[in-house]
C-alpha cells in the first residue's frame, strides 16, 4: 500500500509558502463547509479538518498541462492551379508536466517519504529549471526517472503491509 499523502506536492509546497501561510490552518471551507479532510474523533463535539487537494488541483501544482496532438496540413491542387489547404487539429492530446504528477509519484516513487535523495532529485530539476535546461516530461519518462528497483519496491510493500497490520492489530478508532 502506498502513502495516501502527496509527497511531491508538499515538496513544491515547502518551496514555494511561508510557515505563515502554513501555519493559517484550514480555510472555512473544511471547517464550516466541511469539504476536504474531516476526521471523526471519539470525542462526539471534536472533528479534526483540513483543506484537501482534488486531482486537478494536484496536477496544477506539479505544471501538468495537455497538448493537443495530430495537427495536420493538406494541400489539394487542381490542374486548373486552384489550391485548396486545410490546416487543423487533431483530437488526441499528450500530457506533459514540470514535475512528476502525484499520481506518478505515488505510483513509481522508489520511496514512500522523502529522502534525501528524493530531495537530490528536487534539488537537480529545480537547478535545471532555473537554467532554462529542463523541459515538461510525459508520464513515461517521469516514471523512468523516480522508479526505484524491484528489491527496494519489495521491501516498502512489506514494510508497509506489516505498518498496517499493526495498526489495525492495536489502533482503536
Not at 499520481?103 to 535523495?117: D, F, L, V
Not at 535546461?133 to 510525459?138: D, G, I, Q, V
Amino acid at each position: 500500500m502506498r502513502s495516501s499523502g502527496s509527497i511531491i506536492a508538499w515538496r513544491l509546497a515547502v518551496a514555494t509558502l511561508s510557515f505563515d501561510d502554513v501555519l493559517e490552518g484550514p480555510t472555512t471551507a473544511a471547517t464550516l463547509q466541511r469539504r476536504g479532510i474531516i476526521i471523526k474523533t471519539s470525542d462526539t463535539s471534536v472533528d479534526l479538518c483540513d483543506d484537501g487537494l482534488s486531482q486537478l488541483e494536484l496536477d496544477i501544482i506539479c505544471g501538468l498541462y495537455h497538448c493537443l496532438t495530430g495537427i495536420y496540413f493538406f494541400c489539394f491542387s487542381q490542374p486548373s492551379s486552384n489550391k485548396i489547404i486545410f490546416i487543423g487539429q487533431g483530437k488526441g492530446y499528450a500530457s506533459c508536466s514540470w514535475w512528476p504528477t502525484d499520481s506518478n509519484w505515488q505510483k513509481n516513487a522508489q520511496h514512500m517519504r522523502w529522502t534525501e535523495k528524493s530531495d537530490g532529485f528536487f534539488a537537480t530539476r529545480s537547478t535545471a529549471l532555473k537554467a532554462g535546461t529542463a523541459k515538461p516530461l510525459n508520464f513515461e519518462q517521469w516514471r523512468q526517472q523516480i522508479r526505484g528497483s524491484s528489491g527496494i519496491w519489495h521491501v516498502n510493500d512489506f514494510i508497509s503491509s506489516a505498518s498496517e497490520d499493526f495498526i489495525k492489530a492495536n489502533v482503536r478508532t
